[in-house]
Each structure stands twice: as structure tokens, then as C-alpha cells.
């Protein structure tokens, strides 16, 4: 999404931890048959780690769209497509119901067939498939891992970066699976993919000026959800030429205002997100399969 109204943040993202995280996946690596990559439905391109792929380069590839039931059901289904026609399995997942979590093992299982063959020809039919579960902090890589155990066999949190170490669950499926920490970009060349990881929590939003993100985020909604964003605020989309200017027509809406009747823009924006966050804008996905992100 490309308009001459958005406003330029400057993002660096890359805590110490994560550079622990991407050695630890890549001295694990060779251990797995498959791996796994958890995404954020809404955020299909931003939640995805170019890293992984590199890293995980010759592995039979599924991935998990999680959070769908906060995403945007045409768009998810958009999504779905385009990551099948790049070669990988695909799984629609809102793990903290346990959605099409039930779904998980019948995919590992169809996708290393072969290898499941190669084990019985060789007199191994009982040995266990193992899978790496890969995903950017904060995605529910540990919430879906629970659910497919049946049991706390993970960390869940909704705070980014709890998981620190890798472990191993096994389930009685015959299938092993690795949880690893979450790794993030190791820069973000494209400032609105920091924006939507911290739109979206996977990143802290006080490493940004959180006027400029929520005026960005308001763009995004503009041009996307217009009718959602009108209809929460009750304000005019189309005479807005920026999100500053969307963000203080919100803010005097809701009587957010600070000394000689000036629109309380950090309060917006802190709401604008919050009420985001709560659902209360609707099942919205922020991205569309092939759009060109900002440089």
C-alpha cells in the first residue's frame, strides 16, 4: 500500500534473544522431517519471517494460518490460495477456540506420506514424525501447540517473547513436535511491515511514536474497511487527505480534547488501537496477497 500521505517512521527491531533464536533453529534444523510456520491470518506477508524459509530451505513446508477468526474470511481465503500456489500446505486455525486445530496431525500426515512409506519399507512404522514449529513472537505458536497436546505442554502468553528455549512435546499421535522462540525480521525494510507487527502485537507499540503508527494504521483502514472505520467513528473517510487528519476528526467525535478545544490525538490513538485490538472494528485482515509494500 503505497499513498503520499503516510508518514515515515524510523524502525529497528532486533533484541539479542532473536539472534539466540535463529542459531538455535539452525543447529536444530536437520533433526525435523517437516516444519511448521505459524502466521497471523490478518497479517499473512508482515507475520511471515523471510528467515524461515531460508532457514528451513528443502523441509516440507506447512503452513498454519492462525487467528482467523479475527481475520477477514474472504481475505483469508484469498490468502489460502496464494500460499498453496507457492507450494506449501496450508491450515486455517483459531487455536485459542481450537478451530480446525483437529485438522493439524491428518496435514503433517499428508504432507511427509512419503516419508511415512520410506519408515514402513524400512521396518519403522512406529517411528515419530518430527516438526519444527517456526513463527514470528506473539503469532500462538505455544496456544495452538497446547491445543494440539491436549494439554499445557507450552508457554502461552499474549506478550511477545516468552518462549526463550526450545522444547520437545510429544504426542501420542506418533508425532514429536519442537517449539522454538519467536524470531522476528532481522530488519524491517519495509516500515509498514514493523507497523503491522506492532499493530498487531507482535512487537511493542512503545518503540513507535504512537500518533504517526495509529495515522498510518487509519490510511490502512481507509482504504481497505471505510465502511468499518466510518461506522465506528463516525466520521467522513473521504474528506481526509491523511490519517492525522482522520485521527483528530475520531478524536472529536469522541470529545477527546485537551487545552483550547484541541483534538487529544495521543488519546485516539492510543483508543483507535486498543478498540482494534478488542474486535470492536470487526474481522479485518490488513494485507492482500501480491500488494507492494512501502520501501
Not at 16 to 39: P, Q, W, Y
Not at 68 to 76: N, R, W
Request: with cysteine; aromatic share 6%.
Amino acid at each position: 500500500m503505497s499513498d503520499s500521505s503516510y508518514e515515515k517512521l524510523n524502525i529497528q527491531w532486533y533484541p539479542g534473544h532473536m539472534t539466540k533464536a535463529r542459531r538455535m533453529i539452525e543447529e536444530n534444523i536437520s533433526l525435523v522431517d517437516a516444519v511448521c510456520e505459524v502466521l497471523d491470518a490478518r497479517i499473512p506477508y508482515a507475520s511471515a519471517n523471510p528467515d524461515i524459509r531460508r532457514l528451513s530451505e528443502g523441509k516440507p513446508h506447512l503452513v498454519v494460518m492462525n487467528r482467523c477468526d479475527l481475520a477477514d474470511p474472504s481475505a483469508t481465503a484469498l490468502w489460502h490460495s496464494d500460499l498453496e500456489e507457492s507450494g506449501v500446505a496450508v491450515l486455517e486455525t483459531d487455536a485459542r477456540s481450537g478451530k480446525g486445530v483437529s485438522a493439524f496431525i491428518p496435514a503433517v500426515r499428508r504432507l511427509l506420506a512419503d516419508r511415512l512409506k520410506a519408515y514402513e519399507e524400512k521396518g519403522q512404522a512406529g517411528r515419530a514424525l518430527r516438526i519444527m514449529i517456526l513463527g514470528i513472537p506473539n503469532v500462538g505458536k505455544s496456544t495452538l501447540i497446547n491445543k494440539i497436546a491436549g494439554r499445557k505442554a507450552a508457554l502461552a502468553s499474549d506478550k511477545p517473547g516468552v518462549t526463550r528455549g526450545k522444547q520437545w512435546i510429544t504426542l501420542s499421535e506418533g508425532i514429536d513436535l519442537l517449539d522454538t522462540p519467536g524470531i522476528l525480521w532481522p530488519k524491517f525494510d519495509s516500515q509498514e511491515v514493523g507497523e503491522l507487527l506492532a499493530v498487531t502485537n507482535a512487537i511493542k507499540t512503545d518503540v513507535f511514536d504512537v500518533e504517526t503508527l495509529a495515522a498510518n494504521f487509519m490510511i490502512r483502514l481507509r482504504d481497505f474497511y471505510p465502511a468499518a472505520l466510518a461506522e465506528r467513528y463516525k466520521i467522513d473517510t473521504s474528506l481526509s487527505s491523511n490519517g492525522y487528519e482522520l485521527l483528530e476528526s475520531a478524536a472529536l467525535r469522541r470529545g477527546f480534547l485537551i487545552s483550547r478545544g484541541e483534538a487529544d490525538l495521543t488519546r485516539m490513538a492510543n483508543t483507535l488501537l486498543k478498540e482494534y485490538h478488542e474486535g470492536k472494528l470487526g474481522r479485518l485482515t490488513l494485507e492482500r496477497p501480491g500488494e507492494k509494500t512501502e520501501e
